[in-house]
């Protein structure tokens, strides 16, 4: 990775303040499509080699595997898991998304002054995972124990991080 | 005569005092104040001018109905107008100013207006200046739009500040299980009630308090902090100083709060937040209004609302005059008298009604107030109110009895449930007689409405309405339908009077209805005799309800004086209804952070800081910023193109072209999806090769053209342009999961995943050649013209490439993953800068694509078949394809339909504009023969040369002259058309 530049490379990452604590991952990210007919046999695969319990729900993630849409995953470590080639296609998208995690008191306080998603803990407990909006733009936000990952498009991400610090900053 | 601060009582801190400034005199109030009663605590009652007349106003209520203290709030780029004194909290600092007068609200010169009144009814402006005789006898407006400037400088409210504004704002979102609107005793029994049934409450109150109308009570602290700390401690997420302004489909409602002020804010302070508020269930807990009723001069500064005197006196500890009169119809004035009273103030009671409430009649003449039955405040004399007309009831209207002197008239007309938030949901008010008031009885949709909303108008009432809707709200939270809810009867010991107006025979009184429009009496009844007899008429008419309190005060005195006219019942004249939002919304609040550069999303490529860096001037390309040119020290724009163009033809350029929208196509069945969207067959295409490829909509009109590259047997690249990136995307998902679900395809977006820089140029392989671990890869017979190679940098970098021209020179296309952009651009560059290479940006890749005759959104815009671009050769006519039935209509194959051409000035020193329309030279008129929609100079050619579209294409023009038609612009030119490719047509140089 010695010649990567990340998209967020001239944000002011790690912020850190009394209530809050963002900072940027590095991760893979493939994207793993099943066929409807394959999911059940996509579905035990994924969750034999991620060391899952059982397989993923939609909207779910465990572990570094995130079931973005019924038919779709994202496997967020390298390298890519083995799958037959008739079950699923599997795409590199490694470079498709920037990636913050959002930690502190005040993490749901500015999630939800970014995207309309009911963060309490009855709606969008440890695991789950939502597509939604923020600012116009597509992102996917997933919450692991009190932790919350925030997925956003490259191109987009330094213009949507500029407005995660700056609201960060009044919290 | 005066004001006095009560030494006791109240919710103000004595030890805790603020400064403040009005008109630029310095005061001082308290903390706890309202800007309203710091400024009265000052003796300031003048504190603005009217609308229209420009008389003299002050405070008039205590809440966010206020119709007369409205004033402008801070200086510079913050400053606020038409901020209602009353809800504005006071802090250190705050500067405050009088406005709609000159020099000031005290000495206005505009009062003038006022002698002139009688002219000044509803109608006035528009009666007298539009269509003037006798210059524009009953037509035409030119006269009038001059008038306007006038009168729109002499009527009004305040002026904005220009400057943009400096604060803060969010747009935030809350989910809950129930929100409760209105912190007052209703609200807050019904959340702590709910919350202690394990149900998630939000309860939001507008004032910066909780409590509600007990905080106008005296000694009501311990039980406003009782009702406080329940609904805290069993779990209510409570938000004061939150108006929620409406309701909206499926539970929705949009909430603003208002955070506390100071006079310099921090760095990163928010202002408000725009609240959108989800709930399952919604208590409507907003409690009344009360309102007054039309009487001669009931505009005057020191004239209020009943129970705005007891606010002031029980909760800011002020005591408002010394000589109080108090004139109404209902229980509701014994409170305020009462308390007045015990305060030491003289007081003087007028109940129009002949039925007294007894006990309260006794209590308060035992506390020494004056009570008479039967008679009303008529007229008010005074600048400032310093004596009252009373009058006793005579028929339908009052005699003046006598003239009494004050310093105080607090008038009560009745009270109007807060329905606002029902009627937005299109709730029907109902007429409710015997309070005199509009009430709801059922919606819908869950929503329950408790306490004074309901009309209960006693503290213990409310509580139990409030009980009473829980086990509705708990049974609609589980799915169950639910019982609605009850309207209460108000729980006066005396039966109301009607009274709205207090006519007086053989006397003309100015009363106002609607004070901050200044809407009198006298033009309800004008409009009714001009016919204008609807409610809406009405209010459009006389502008009735169009002020900023929207009609919370005169909408119900309106009506009832348009039923007394028409001879009518109030519900056979209609009712209003009302829109949100309940009190006004700062737009700097609604478009939170979406300000400035965070407008809109700006989207930028990987390579967008290093393009900074080396000197590019960007454009912006949709959300997209791409490079425009990069100058040199000294160059114009113009300058820079054309040598950036003439470097790419003679040497090597490389251009930023991450924005090109890019699909991964992939499955067993990928080869033949895509052999349906494309016109030309993709089903044989080898791999390790790319195809151009055009695709049609379902109308047989030009999509998006692009070229597509074969990866492996069931892996495809399809790039698009980079306008019509997410319209492909969205048009393949919409064709696989509506229309040909059983085809085994996936298609993703990865226009982010990567970046791709053309490389253009004769030396364009040797500049690729360097950078690559095999160079061989690309050499002609490895990499033959629309040729594909996944390959790798010397540094291990994974890229691929293809070899495809837009220039029309030797090309390639070469993308790698975005997070390596920059370190593929440097080696890029370390190899064509030796070769004279340059970085060149759209206006050179537009110059070079347009002299290739290469089409780009410009001319794919929606209009154009296939055959007008110039593509009918590439349709296969062995397969169908999207849109190749209806691309056969007569009317998209008749002959003579603008066809894709080139364009060159006659006068080759001559020049012209895209957007001119093409006609001929003897008719120089309407839609023209087409039109041209790129231009550029070019490099190669030393001209002006063009794209367009024109009748007939180039073969119809040949030996013909057409006319550039551009009249706003640059004039008629005289212009050659001739093939679109301008530049080796037979495609040599790109092959090569």
Not at chain 1, 61 to 70: I, Q, T
Request: proline residues 4%; contains cysteine.
């Amino acid at each position: 990775m010695d010649n990567f530049v990340s998209a967020l490379a001239s944000m002011a990452l790690p912020f850190k303040s009394e209530r809050l604590h963002i900072r940027e991952v590095q991760c893979a990210n493939y994207l793993i499509s099943a066929w409807a007919a394959s999911l059940g046999e996509v579905q035990q695969q994924i969750a034999v080699q991620a060391g899952l319990d059982q397989p993923l729900a939609p909207n779910m993630g465990a572990g570094s595997v995130l079931r973005v849409e019924p038919l779709k995953y994202w496997w967020l470590q390298a390298p890519a898991p083995t799958l037959e080639p008739a079950a699923a296609t599997v795409l590199d998208q490694s470079h498709s998304k920037a990636v913050v995690i959002i930690e502190g008191e005040a993490s749901k306080d500015l999630l939800n002054r970014c995207i309309p998603i009911d963060l309490r803990d009855s709606a969008f407990n440890d695991g789950a995972l939502a597509s939604t909006v923020f600012h116009h733009v597509g992102v996917t936000v997933w919450r692991q124990a009190d932790v919350f990952w925030l997925f956003m498009p490259r191109t987009y991400a330094q213009f949507l991080t500029e407005s995660l610090l700056e609201i960060a900053q009044s919290l | 005569m005066g004001v006095k601060r009560l030494s006791q009582g109240g919710l103000v801190d004595r030890s805790a005092p603020l400064n403040f400034t009005w008109d630029g005199q310095r005061l001082q109030g308290l903390t706890g104040d309202s800007l309203a009663s710091a400024l009265l605590a000052n003796e300031q009652w003048v504190l603005g001018r009217s609308f229209k007349y420009h008389r003299p106003r002050g405070v008039m209520s205590a809440g966010v109905e206020e119709s007369g203290a409205l004033l402008t709030v801070g200086e510079g780029d913050r400053k606020d107008p038409n901020v209602r004194a009353t809800t504005q909290p006071l802090f250190d600092g705050l500067v405050a100013s009088g406005q709609n007068a000159w020099p000031n609200v005290r000495y206005d010169v505009g009062a003038i207006n006022s002698l002139f009144s009688p002219f000044y009814a509803a109608g006035f402006y528009y009666k007298t200046f539009m269509g003037l005789p006798p210059f524009e006898w009953g037509k035409g407006t030119w006269l009038w739009m001059q008038y306007e400037k006038l009168i729109r400088k002499a009527a009004g409210m305040g002026t904005l500040s220009r400057a943009p504004d400096p604060d803060h704002y969010d747009h935030a979102h809350l989910f809950c299980d129930v929100l409760v609107v209105g912190g007052g005793v209703a609200g807050l029994t019904a959340a702590t009630q709910l919350a202690a049934q394990g149900v998630d409450v939000v309860l939001c109150e507008q004032d910066v308090l909780l409590g509600g109308d007990l905080l106008n009570q005296p000694n009501s602290t311990v039980q406003i902090e009782a009702l406080t700390a329940a609904a805290r401690d069993s779990g209510v997420r409570l938000m004061a100083n939150t108006t929620v302004f409406g309701l909206y489909d499926h539970g929705v409602a949009g909430a603003l709060e208002r955070l506390p002020e100071t006079a310099s804010p921090a760095a990163h302070q928010v202002r408000q937040i725009f609240w959108t508020i989800r709930a399952q269930h919604t208590v409507v807990a907003t409690g009344a209004l009360e309102r007054s009723y039309a009487f001669g001069n009931n505009d005057r500064p020191r004239v209020l609302t009943a129970n705005a005197g007891r606010a002031y006196l029980n909760r800011y500890a002020l005591r408002l005059g010394e000589s109080v009169v108090i004139s109404g119809n209902n229980d509701g004035i014994y409170g305020t008298a009462f308390d007045l009273a015990k305060a030491g103030a003289d007081v003087a009671l007028y109940d129009v009604r002949a039925k007294l409430p007894g006990q309260l009649v006794k209590d308060a003449e035992d506390a020494g107030v004056r009570v008479r039955s039967q008679s009303a405040v008529c007229n008010v004399a005074g600048h400032v109110a310093r004596a009252v007309e009373i009058g006793t009831v005579q028929g339908d209207g009052f005699a003046i009895e006598r003239k009494r002197a004050c310093d105080l008239v607090l008038a009560s007309g009745g009270w109007s449930p807060v329905i606002h938030l029902l009627a937005h949901r299109g709730a029907k008010p109902i007429w409710h007689a015997d309070l005199c008031c509009f009430v709801v009885e059922s919606t819908q949709e869950a929503i329950s409405v408790c306490g004074s909303a309901a009309a209960y108008w006693q503290t213990e009432d409310c509580i139990r309405s409030a009980e009473a809707i829980v086990p509705n709200v708990l049974a609609s939270l589980s799915g169950e339908s639910f019982a609605g809810y009850r309207v209460g009867s108000g729980g006066h010991e005396a039966e109301m009077t009607p009274l709205y107006e207090a006519k007086v025979c053989s006397r003309k009184l100015k009363a106002f209805v609607d004070p901050q429009h200044d809407v009198s009496a006298s033009d309800v009844r004008l409009a009714h005799r001009e016919g204008f007899v609807s409610v809406e008429h009405l209010k459009r008419y006389t502008t009735l309800g169009m002020s900023n309190d929207g009609g919370k005060m005169g909408n119900v005195i309106g009506l009832a004086l348009m039923a007394d006219a028409l001879g009518k019942d109030i519900p056979d004249v209609g009712t209003t209804r009302f829109r949100p939002p309940y009190t006004s919304v700062a737009l700097g609040a609604l478009s939170a952070r979406s300000v400035g550069k965070h407008f809109r999303p700006l989207r930028r490529t990987a390579l967008h800081d290093w393009n900074l860096r080396h000197g590019a001037t960007m454009t912006e390309a949709g959300l997209w910023q791409r490079p425009w040119y990069f100058a040199r020290e000294g160059e114009t724009i113009t300058e820079a193109y054309i040598r950036e163009a003439t470097t790419v033809r003679k040497t090597v350029g490389l251009c930023d072209v991450t924005s090109l929208g890019k699909i991964a196509v992939q499955g067993p069945d990928a080869a033949e999806f895509l052999n349906r969207i494309y016109i030309n067959g993709f089903a044989k295409l080898a791999v390790g090769k790319a195809r151009y490829g055009i695709m049609l909509r379902d109308d047989g009109f030009v999509m998006d053209d692009g070229t597509t590259w074969r990866l492996g047997e069931e892996d495809f690249f399809m790039t698009t342009t980079t306008a019509h990136a997410a319209k492909v995307m969205v048009w393949l998902e919409e064709l696989l999961q509506l229309r040909w679900p059983e085809l085994k395809v996936h298609v993703a977006s990865v226009s982010d995943q990567w970046a791709g820089v053309a490389v253009a140029g004769p030396q364009s392989r040797a500049v690729l050649e360097a950078v690559l671990a095999e160079p061989d890869v690309v050499s002609d017979e490895a990499l033959p013209f629309m040729g594909v190679v996944e390959t790798t940098l010397k540094s291990g970098v994974q890229v691929r490439i293809a070899r495809i021209s837009f220039s029309g020179e030797r090309a390639f296309e070469i993308y790698c993953g975005s997070g390596y952009a920059e370190h593929m651009m440097e080696g890029l560059w370390a190899a064509a800068e030796p070769l004279d290479g340059c970085l060149y940006g759209l206006e050179a890749l537009g110059a070079l694509r347009i002299e290739k005759g290469h089409v780009t959104g410009a001319e794919l815009d929606g209009r154009v078949t296939l055959e007008d671009a110039g593509f009918a050769k590439m349709a296969s006519t062995k397969k169908p394809y999207v849109g190749n039935v209806l691309r056969q209509r007569p009317a998209m194959q008749r002959e003579g339909r603008p066809q894709l051409v080139g364009i060159l000035p006659k006068d080759r020193s001559g020049k012209f504009n895209a957007g001119a329309i093409l006609c001929k030279p003897d008719q120089i008129s309407g839609h023209g023969e087409g039109w041209i929609t790129a231009v550029t100079h070019s490099p190669v050619m030393g001209h002006w040369i063009g794209l367009g579209y024109i009748t007939g294409g180039a073969e119809a023009w040949q030996q013909k002259a057409a006319v550039a038609a551009d009249p706003l612009r640059l004039g008629n030119v005289e212009v050659e058309i001739v093939s679109p490719h301008m530049y080796d047509p037979s495609g040599e140089k790109m092959r090569g």
